[in-house]
């Protein structure tokens, strides 16, 4: 699908209109290689090439939505769109008004490529597998194109499309003792994906030995990106949307406050300008470069869809109240050093299964699994015995957080479940002096 094809398609289907019927037409498109890997082998390769229509017609204070598949044929999808906006005609009459129905009525145009150099799907896993020969690697490859659009009889025109890879797998010892690691972007370097071997080679040696048991206790600790990730995934679950704040349901409400303070290390941003997602929102509204969420530990701005902006009579920033292109600011830490600094506690390279234990604290827990180690004299010694941590942010962010790396790992979502995800997150490591170990 090009950007004139869609919109051509869309300029006929707009010509149906008639009286107050207004038309938003939203686009969803992908163009992947997807191969599924086992004992590092190849297990299932495959390909996708989808696209799909939304439609939501708008009649007063009324609005309707639906989809259908497009098949690349113009006449042929043109009929299915104008089938699916015959039966929205049908429906709107029998639904009621839509209390909060906001869209954008100002004309607006944009044209936005992320592009990516990609080899080819049989190059990237002949890498991989050349360099983890030997591994019981278990893993997917996922890259290609993934495209946006918008088009509106109020007369929008957006476009996004976005070229990615991001190749997610785990190296196995025995049963479930395992070392995980992604690599994922837009510039495929073969020599960074070695030196992710590598790594996971050298803690894959210390995961062989005897596995070391702990009490339940307060233990220092060095958060790798990927488990900082989980937190973060966890925390966008209410702590960001604008109705979750108004309405103190957010697990942030004794930062928003202004009861409680977070570290001076710590700054949060909605990054629109550098992720994946498109820069508008499917009532065509044009998202801000950058949302500040926290900045130096205090809670600034809110995420703000359409519909709770008209609910608060706020402004329109974000397509969803959940963050899409996260990022935290670095620290000044080196990553070679964080274990140094560390000196004797606990590596997490990945944290599961995280829920909440007490919302209104902020209060998390979940499970250390793959990639934790007990740490002596900066240097891994021992695989941990698989436990949970029960502790509050206003802790492990706040008070208790000593550190941040300075550099920062870009962790795509490995979602597919509606098509590849377009989230992202750019994160440090966080070195914290205590986490509560529960069991």
């Known amino acids: 699908m090009t950007p004139e094809r869609f919109f051509d398609l869309f300029t006929a289907l707009e010509a149906g209109l008639g009286g107050t019927e207004v038309l938003f037409a939203g686009l969803g498109a992908e163009r992947s290689d997807f191969v599924r890997l086992n004992q590092n082998r190849v297990r299932q390769a495959g390909s996708v090439d989808s696209a799909a229509l939304s439609l939501t017609l708008i009649d007063g204070a009324r609005q309707v939505e639906g989809s259908c598949q497009l098949g690349g044929d113009v006449t042929a999808d043109l009929g299915r769109a104008r089938a699916l906006l015959g039966q929205l005609r049908q429906r709107i009459a029998h639904v009621p008004d839509d209390p909060y129905l906001h869209y954008s009525r100002e004309p607006a145009s944009s044209q936005q490529r992320i592009d990516a150099d990609l080899p080819d799907a049989a190059e990237a896993i002949g890498t991989l597998t050349d360099l983890a020969d030997g591994l019981d690697l278990v893993g997917i490859w996922a890259a290609g194109d993934v495209v946006d659009a918008l088009a509106s009889s109020v007369g929008h025109r ?13 190296c196995y010892v025995d049963r479930d003792k395992a070392v995980k690691a992604s690599y994922s972007g837009f510039d495929w370097q073969p020599a960074q994906l070695r030196h992710k071997l590598e790594r996971q080679r050298a803690d894959l040696a210390v995961l062989s030995r005897p596995e070391r048991r702990i009490e339940p206790g307060r233990y220092r600790a060095y958060l790798a990106p990927a488990a900082l990730a989980e937190l973060m995934d966890l925390l966008a679950w209410g702590g960001f949307g604008l109705r979750d704040h108004r309405t103190q349901q957010t697990p942030l409400l004794q930062l928003a406050t202004g009861e409680t303070q977070l570290s001076p290390l710590l700054t949060l941003f909605e990054e629109h300008k550098r992720g994946l997602a498109p820069g508008f929102t499917a009532e065509g509204f044009a998202k801000p470069a950058q949302v500040t969420l926290i900045e130096e530990g205090w809670y600034q701005d809110c995420l703000t869809d359409a519909r709770s902006a008209r609910e608060y009579d706020a402004a329109v920033n974000a397509a969803a109240e959940y963050p899409e ?81 300075r550099e920062r790992e870009l962790l795509l979502s490995a979602e597919t479940y509606d098509g590849r995800s377009t989230d992202s997150t750019l994160l440090p490591g966080a070195l914290i002096g205590g986490i509560d170990l529960a069991l």
């Open 158 to 170: 957006h476009w996004h499309a976005s070229r990615s890879f991001n190749l997610d797998w785990s």
């Open 325 to 405: 292109s996260l990022a935290m600011g670095p620290g000044d830490l080196a990553t070679a050093d964080a274990l140094g600094q560390l000196d004797t506690g606990i590596l997490i390279g990945n944290l599961w299964y995280c829920n909440w234990s007490d919302r209104n604290a902020c209060r998390m827990t979940g499970m250390t699994r793959f990639g934790t180690f007990w740490v002596e004299n900066g240097e891994p010694v021992a695989p941990l015995a698989v436990m949970r941590f029960d502790d509050s942010l206003y802790h492990l962010l706040g008070d208790r957080l000593q550190a941040l790396t």
